[in-house]
C-alpha cells in the first residue's frame, strides 16, 4: 500500500470543515493522512479484515488465469478445503462447531475473499453461507447434530437449493413438493414438472454430496385431507460413497458462464425421493409422525418470511463484496491514471491522464460513491449482527434489516458494475487484458445484480417497506389530521411548483454565486434535498395507489403495475439517502481536520452527484431554481479539482497490497515505462542531430 507521512492538525482552528475548495489557505494545508483514514475504512472488524487480507495475499488462494472450466473448479475446491482447514470459516456458528458466534466478524472475513477469486468466495459463500447457515438457522438442535459439523469441515459439500428455472425471485411459488408419507415416516420430493428443476445452485454440477431442499411442504393429519403449509426445507442427501446420484435424483451441469466459473454451477431434479421425517429443517414448522403440522408461527405468510430473513446474510454479504471490488477496480485505474502519460500539453511533455478533467469527471465521483458504499455496508454489518447475535432481535429490527440489505445490496452490486466497467474503459486496452483483473472481476460480478434476489425485485420490497411506513403513519391520525396533512402536502407542492421559491432563490444569490455555493455544500441543505426527494416521491404514489383500496383485486393490481417504476425510483432515491446518510455519520470517526475536509468533500460531491443527476426533478418540482441548478454542476467541478491531488492517497487508503490487486498497470512499471520514455525524449531534444519536424522545415 502507497503511504503519505502522517500529517499534523494544520488547521490550528482557523480554517472550519467547510472552507471553500479554491481557497489558497488550503494549499498547504490540506492533506489525507492514508494510515488513520485506513482504519476509518476498515470499519467494526479492522484486525479480522486485516487477517483475511494477509491470508487472501497468499498465492495459493488466487486465481490462475487461462485455466480450463474444470481446471478452475478443481482449484477452487482446494482452496476451499485449504480455508476449511484454517477454522476460519466456522466463526459464526457455536462454539460447541469451532465457532464464536461471531456474526458480522464471519462477513466481514468473508467479503475480502474477492480480492482473491470471487470464485473462491461465492462458492465459500454457497458452503458455509448458505448450506451450512439453513441448517444452522432453519434447523433445530437435531438437525445440528446429525448435519452440521459435516458440512462445516467440508466433509458434505452442499448445494442450496431454492432456486427453480421457472421461478428465482417468486420462492413463495416454487414447484417442488415435500409430501408426507405417514407410512414409512418419510417426506417423498418431487419436481413435478421441467420448471420446477432446483436450477443455477453452485455444488451441484460436480461437488455436491447433499442438499438444503426447498419445497412446498404437504401433509394430512389424522382423518384430514392433505394440506399444502408453504415452503420449508429439508436436508436431502444427493450421492452415493461413489459419487452417484441416489435413486430419483438427477441432474445437469450449467456449463460455461459468463463468470464465476470455478463454480460447479448445475440443476437438480427429483423424482420420487424419500427422506427421513427428520431431515425437515424444523425450527420455523415441525411435522409430528402422525402428518400433524405444528408452528410457533400462525401466519404462513409471516412464518415465509421469517424463513427467508434468516438467510438475509447471503445480501449482507454481496453488498460487502460489490464494496470491495469496486475498490479494487479504483485503485488499479486511478494509480494507472496517476502515471500514464498521453497528449502533449503546455508544458511540452504529455499530460498525466488524471490531470484531464473529464478523466477526473469519470473516475472521482466513482471513487466518492465507493466511499459512500463502503461507509452504509458498515452500518448494514452492525445491524446483522445485533440482530444475528440477539442483542437486539425483534420483529421491527429484523424487518429493517431485510429493507436496508434489500436496498444497499442492490445499490452497491449496480455501482460496482459501473464502476468497473468505467475502469476498464479508464484503462484503455490495458484494462481491457486479463492480466490487469478489471475485466475478471466485472465479468465475475454480473450475477451479482441477480444473485440472491434480482436488484429490481429487491427495490420493489423497498418500495412497498416505504409506503407501508407512510401508511402506519397516515394510521396513526384521525381523519381530521389526515385530511389536514394531505391539504399541506398538496400545498406544499404547489408552493414549490410556482415561481415563488425559484425566484426568491434567484434573488438570494444575485450578485454573489458564493451564496449559492455555500448552500449547496451545506450538509443540511444537501440532506433537506435528498429527504424531500424521497419522501415527495413516497407520498405521490400513495396519494395514486389510494384508489386501490376500494377496487377489485384486479384493479387494484393494474393501478399498482402502473406505479412499479415510479416505486422502484423512490427505493432506488432511499438507497442513496442512507449511503449518504452513512457517508455524513463517518465523518465524526476522521479525527485528523485535514482528511476530514478533504473526506467532507468527497462527500459533497457524492451529495451533488446524485443532486446534478436528478436536476430535472428538482427543477420541474420547483426544490431548485435555474440559477442554483447551474451552480451544481459548476461546483462539482470545483470540487474535482481540489481533490484530484488527493486521489491516491483515497484510493491508497483502501488498503490494497499488490498481492491484492495483481494488476501490472497499478504495480509502478508504467511510471517506469514513462519515466523512460520522458528520459529518451528529452535527450533526443537534447541532442544536435534530432530529426526536425516536417513542420519546422523551411521549402
Given at each position: 500500500?502507497?503511504?503519505?507521512?502522517?500529517?499534523?492538525?494544520?488547521?490550528?482552528?482557523?480554517?472550519?470543515?467547510?472552507?471553500?475548495?479554491?481557497?489558497?489557505?488550503?494549499?498547504?494545508?490540506?492533506?489525507?493522512?492514508?494510515?488513520?483514514?485506513?482504519?476509518?475504512?476498515?470499519?467494526?472488524?479492522?484486525?479480522?479484515?486485516?487477517?483475511?487480507?494477509?491470508?487472501?495475499?497468499?498465492?495459493?488462494?488466487?486465481?490462475?488465469?487461462?485455466?480450463?472450466?474444470?481446471?478452475?473448479?478443481?482449484?477452487?475446491?482446494?482452496?476451499?478445503?485449504?480455508?476449511?482447514?484454517?477454522?476460519?470459516?466456522?466463526?459464526?456458528?457455536?462454539?460447541?462447531?469451532?465457532?464464536?458466534?461471531?456474526?458480522?466478524?464471519?462477513?466481514?472475513?468473508?467479503?475480502?475473499?474477492?480480492?482473491?477469486?470471487?470464485?473462491?468466495?461465492?462458492?465459500?459463500?454457497?458452503?458455509?453461507?448458505?448450506?451450512?447457515?439453513?441448517?444452522?438457522?432453519?434447523?433445530?438442535?437435531?438437525?445440528?447434530?446429525?448435519?452440521?459439523?459435516?458440512?462445516?469441515?467440508?466433509?458434505?459439500?452442499?448445494?442450496?437449493?431454492?432456486?427453480?428455472?421457472?421461478?428465482?425471485?417468486?420462492?413463495?411459488?416454487?414447484?417442488?413438493?415435500?409430501?408426507?408419507?405417514?407410512?414409512?415416516?418419510?417426506?417423498?420430493?418431487?419436481?413435478?414438472?421441467?420448471?420446477?428443476?432446483?436450477?443455477?445452485?453452485?455444488?451441484?454440477?460436480?461437488?455436491?454430496?447433499?442438499?438444503?431442499?426447498?419445497?412446498?411442504?404437504?401433509?394430512a393429519a389424522p382423518g384430514e385431507g392433505p394440506v399444502n403449509h408453504?415452503?420449508?426445507?429439508?436436508?436431502?442427501?444427493?450421492?452415493?460413497?461413489?459419487?452417484?446420484?441416489?435413486?430419483?435424483?438427477?441432474?445437469?451441469?450449467?456449463?460455461?458462464?459468463?463468470?464465476?466459473?470455478?463454480?460447479?454451477?448445475?440443476?437438480?431434479?427429483?423424482?420420487?425421493?424419500?427422506?427421513?421425517?427428520?431431515?425437515?429443517?424444523?425450527?420455523?414448522?415441525?411435522?409430528?409422525?402422525?402428518?400433524?403440522?405444528?408452528?410457533?408461527?400462525?401466519?404462513?405468510?409471516?412464518?415465509?418470511?421469517?424463513?427467508?430473513?434468516?438467510?438475509?446474510?447471503?445480501?449482507?454479504?454481496?453488498?460487502?463484496?460489490?464494496?470491495?471490488?469496486?475498490?479494487?477496480?479504483?485503485?488499479?485505474?486511478?494509480?494507472?491514471?496517476?502515471?500514464?502519460?498521453?497528449?502533449?500539453?503546455?508544458?511540452?511533455?504529455?499530460?498525466?491522464?488524471?490531470?484531464?478533467?473529464?478523466?477526473?469527471?469519470?473516475?472521482?465521483?466513482?471513487?466518492?460513491?465507493?466511499?459512500?458504499?463502503?461507509?452504509?455496508?458498515?452500518?448494514?454489518?452492525?445491524?446483522?449482527?445485533?440482530?444475528?447475535?440477539?442483542?437486539?432481535?425483534?420483529?421491527?429490527?429484523?424487518?429493517?434489516?431485510?429493507?436496508?440489505?434489500?436496498?444497499?445490496?442492490?445499490?452497491?452490486?449496480?455501482?460496482?458494475?459501473?464502476?468497473?466497467?468505467?475502469?476498464?474503459?479508464?484503462?484503455?486496452?490495458?484494462?481491457?487484458?486479463?492480466?490487469?483483473?478489471?475485466?475478471?472481476?466485472?465479468?465475475?460480478?454480473?450475477?451479482?445484480?441477480?444473485?440472491?434476489?434480482?436488484?429490481?425485485?429487491?427495490?420493489?420490497?423497498?418500495?412497498?417497506?416505504?409506503?407501508?411506513?407512510?401508511?402506519?403513519?397516515?394510521?396513526?391520525?384521525?381523519?381530521?389530521?389526515?385530511?389536514?396533512?394531505?391539504?399541506?402536502?398538496?400545498?406544499?407542492?404547489?408552493?414549490?411548483?410556482?415561481?415563488?421559491?425559484?425566484?426568491?432563490?434567484?434573488?438570494?444569490?444575485?450578485?454573489?454565486?458564493?451564496?449559492?455555493?455555500?448552500?449547496?455544500?451545506?450538509?443540511?441543505?444537501?440532506?433537506?434535498?435528498?429527504?424531500?426527494?424521497?419522501?415527495?416521491?413516497?407520498?405521490?404514489?400513495?396519494?395514486?395507489?389510494?384508489?386501490?383500496?376500494?377496487?377489485?383485486?384486479?384493479?387494484?393490481?393494474?393501478?399498482?403495475?402502473?406505479?412499479?417504476?415510479?416505486?422502484?425510483?423512490?427505493?432506488?432515491?432511499?438507497?442513496?439517502?442512507?449511503?449518504?446518510?452513512?457517508?455524513?455519520?463517518?465523518?465524526?470517526?476522521?479525527?485528523?481536520?485535514?482528511?476530514?475536509?478533504?473526506?467532507?468533500?468527497?462527500?459533497?460531491?457524492?451529495?451533488?452527484?446524485?443532486?446534478?443527476?436528478?436536476?430535472?426533478?428538482?427543477?420541474?418540482?420547483?426544490?431548485?431554481?435555474?440559477?442554483?441548478?447551474?451552480?451544481?454542476?459548476?461546483?462539482?467541478?470545483?470540487?474535482?479539482?481540489?481533490?484530484?491531488?488527493?486521489?491516491?492517497?483515497?484510493?491508497?487508503?483502501?488498503?490494497?497490497?499488490?498481492a491484492h490487486l495483481r494488476a501490472p498497470i497499478a504495480s509502478g512499471?508504467?511510471?517506469?515505462?514513462?519515466?523512460?520514455?520522458?528520459?529518451?525524449?528529452?535527450?533526443?531534444?537534447?541532442?544536435?542531430?534530432?530529426?526536425?519536424?516536417?513542420?519546422?522545415?523551411?521549402?
Amino acid at each position: 500500500m502507497t503511504t503519505t507521512t502522517p500529517r499534523p492538525d494544520r488547521t490550528n482552528g482557523r480554517l472550519g470543515a467547510t472552507v471553500e475548495p479554491g481557497d489558497p489557505r488550503l494549499d498547504a494545508e490540506t492533506g489525507v493522512d492514508v494510515e488513520r483514514l485506513h482504519e476509518v475504512l476498515l470499519g467494526h472488524y479492522p484486525e479480522l479484515r486485516r487477517s483475511a487480507r494477509a491470508l487472501m495475499a497468499d498465492p495459493q488462494f488466487h486465481q490462475v488465469d487461462g485455466l480450463s472450466m474444470a481446471e478452475h473448479r478443481e482449484r477452487v475446491l482446494a482452496q476451499l478445503r485449504a480455508l476449511a482447514a484454517t477454522g476460519s470459516m466456522n466463526r459464526a456458528f457455536p462454539a460447541r462447531f469451532g465457532g464464536v458466534d461471531d456474526h458480522g466478524g464471519s462477513l466481514s472475513r468473508f467479503e475480502e475473499l474477492v480480492s482473491a477469486d470471487p470464485s473462491v468466495q461465492i462458492k465459500s459463500g454457497v458452503q458455509w453461507g448458505l448450506f451450512a447457515s439453513a441448517i444452522l438457522h432453519l434447523g433445530t438442535e437435531r438437525n445440528h447434530d446429525e448435519f452440521l459439523a459435516d458440512a462445516l469441515s467440508l466433509k458434505v459439500p452442499g448445494a442450496f437449493a431454492m432456486t427453480e428455472t421457472g421461478h428465482g425471485s417468486d420462492v413463495a411459488a416454487i414447484g417442488t413438493t415435500a409430501t408426507y408419507d405417514p407410512a414409512t415416516q418419510e417426506f417423498v420430493i418431487d419436481t413435478p414438472f421441467r420448471a420446477a428443476w432446483k436450477d443455477y445452485l453452485g455444488n451441484a454440477a460436480l461437488h455436491g454430496t447433499a442438499a438444503v431442499v426447498f419445497a412446498q411442504l404437504i401433509t394430512a393429519a389424522p382423518g384430514e385431507g392433505p394440506v399444502n403449509h408453504g415452503v420449508h426445507a429439508l436436508y436431502v442427501p444427493l450421492k452415493d460413497e461413489h459419487g452417484a446420484f441416489l435413486p430419483g435424483i438427477g441432474g445437469e451441469d450449467d456449463g460455461l458462464k459468463g463468470g464465476l466459473n470455478g463454480i460447479d454451477n448445475g440443476r437438480l431434479h427429483f423424482t420420487g425421493v424419500r427422506v427421513p421425517r427428520t431431515n425437515l429443517l424444523n425450527r420455523y414448522g415441525d411435522v409430528a409422525a402422525d402428518g400433524t403440522y405444528t408452528s410457533s408461527i400462525a401466519s404462513p405468510g409471516r412464518r415465509f418470511f421469517t424463513m427467508l430473513g434468516t438467510l438475509v446474510q447471503g445480501r449482507v454479504s454481496l453488498d460487502g463484496a460489490a464494496v470491495g471490488a469496486a475498490r479494487i477496480g479504483l485503485t488499479i485505474a486511478v494509480t494507472y491514471a496517476n502515471q500514464r502519460r498521453q497528449f502533449q500539453g503546455a508544458t511540452g511533455e504529455e499530460t498525466v491522464l488524471l490531470d484531464y478533467a473529464e478523466h477526473q469527471r469519470r473516475l472521482l465521483p466513482l471513487v466518492a460513491s465507493a466511499y459512500a458504499s463502503g461507509f452504509a455496508h458498515e452500518d448494514l454489518l452492525a445491524l446483522f449482527d445485533d440482530v444475528f447475535s440477539g442483542r437486539n432481535d425483534t420483529e421491527e429490527t429484523r424487518e429493517d434489516l431485510e429493507t436496508m440489505a434489500a436496498a444497499l445490496k442492490a445499490s452497491s452490486t449496480w455501482q460496482a458494475l459501473r464502476t468497473l466497467q468505467t475502469a476498464r474503459e479508464a484503462c484503455g486496452g490495458a484494462g481491457f487484458l486479463a492480466e490487469n483483473r478489471i475485466t475478471g472481476l466485472r465479468a465475475d460480478l454480473d450475477v451479482f445484480a441477480t444473485f440472491e434476489g434480482d436488484n429490481t425485485v429487491l427495490l420493489q420490497l423497498v418500495g412497498k417497506r416505504l409506503l407501508a411506513d407512510y401508511a402506519k403513519d397516515m394510521r396513526h391520525l384521525d381523519a381530521v389530521k389526515v385530511a389536514r396533512l394531505v391539504a399541506e402536502r398538496a400545498a406544499d407542492a404547489a408552493r414549490y411548483r410556482t415561481p415563488l421559491v425559484r425566484a426568491l432563490q434567484t434573488i438570494t444569490d444575485v450578485g454573489d454565486p458564493r451564496r449559492s455555493v455555500g448552500h449547496l455544500r451545506d450538509t443540511s441543505t444537501q440532506r433537506e434535498l435528498l429527504v424531500d426527494r424521497v419522501e415527495t416521491m413516497v407520498a405521490e404514489i400513495a396519494a395514486g395507489l389510494r384508489p386501490a383500496q376500494k377496487a377489485s383485486p384486479a384493479q387494484a393490481a393494474a393501478l399498482f403495475n402502473q406505479y412499479q417504476h415510479q416505486l422502484i425510483e423512490a427505493a432506488q432515491a432511499h438507497a442513496d439517502l442512507v449511503q449518504w446518510e452513512s457517508f455524513t455519520a463517518a465523518l465524526a470517526r476522521i479525527d485528523d481536520r485535514g482528511t476530514r475536509q478533504v473526506v467532507t468533500w468527497l462527500r459533497d460531491l457524492f451529495g451533488l452527484r446524485l443532486i446534478e443527476a436528478h436536476l430535472s426533478w428538482y427543477l420541474v418540482n420547483g426544490r431548485l431554481s435555474a440559477g442554483r441548478a447551474r451552480t451544481v454542476t459548476s461546483y462539482i467541478d470545483r470540487l474535482l479539482a481540489r481533490l484530484r491531488p488527493h486521489a491516491q492517497e483515497l484510493v491508497d487508503a483502501f488498503g490494497y497490497e499488490q498481492a491484492h490487486l495483481r494488476a501490472p498497470i497499478a504495480s509502478g512499471v508504467e511510471a517506469e515505462r514513462q519515466d523512460e520514455a520522458r528520459a529518451w525524449f528529452k535527450a533526443q531534444r537534447a541532442s544536435s542531430d534530432a530529426p526536425v519536424p516536417e513542420k519546422h522545415v523551411r521549402r
